[in-house]
């Protein structure tokens, strides 16, 4: 049963950051390879992530997680938004009620680097049509829809009506 506050259900809202550049002909992008948090461990995602803090835009988020996962600078105007997506991850509990902003980024200041070498296994760029595997859910459910170039611009994941 959802946690009620204050007569309503609590949403996590998360920012997802997919870095793109052209290489080869094609289009790339960064995933880093998520490691000892918890989740999703041993899957490659996207290469900045995470909560939206309390009292913080989902853009000032975005350029927050890229600065401390990526170590380089990008300003909100750089954000190209993607899709929202409404998810549930597996039961009804609060933490598992989200929504996710995914942007897209291609201009940025500095080189993109483990800034937080405890919790990632590795940073690499790949092509949409290779990506590696496995790929965590939600990455590769966008990730699936961008490459194919047919994104939509709201969905939801994880309920018994998707």
């Known amino acids: 049963?959802?946690?009620?506050?204050?007569?309503?259900?609590?949403?996590?809202?998360?920012v997802y950051v997919l870095l793109q550049r052209t290489h080869g002909?094609?289009?790339?992008?960064?995933?880093?390879?998520?490691?000892n948090t918890g989740f999703?461990?041993?899957?490659?995602?996207?290469?900045?992530?995470?909560?939206?803090?309390?009292?913080e835009s989902v853009h000032a988020?975005?350029?927050?997680?890229?600065?401390?996962e990526l170590g380089i600078t990008i300003t909100a105007d750089d954000l190209v938004p993607l899709?929202?997506?409404?998810?549930?991850?597996?039961d009804d509990a609060p933490l598992s009620q989200r929504v996710d902003f995914f942007f897209t980024c291609d201009r940025w200041h500095g080189v993109p680097t483990i800034q937080e070498p405890l919790k990632c296994g590795g940073l690499d760029w790949f092509s949409l049509s290779v990506l590696p595997t496995p790929v965590a859910r939600t990455e590769l459910f966008v990730l699936t829809?961008?490459?194919?170039?047919?994104?939509?611009?709201?969905?939801?994941?994880?309920?018994?009506?998707d």
């Open 1 to 14: 049963m959802p946690t009620a506050v204050e007569g309503r259900f609590r949403l996590v809202p998360a």
């Open 25 to 35: 002909g094609g289009r790339e992008v960064l995933l880093q390879l998520r490691r």
């Open 40 to 55: 999703m461990d041993g899957h490659w995602a996207s290469g900045a992530a995470g909560h939206v803090e309390l009292g």
């Open 61 to 68: 988020a975005a350029v927050r997680e890229v600065r401390e």
């Open 83 to 90: 899709t929202v997506l409404h998810k549930r991850d597996g």
């Open 145 to 161: 829809q961008l490459a194919a170039g047919q994104v939509s611009l709201m969905s939801s994941l994880g309920f018994d009506s």
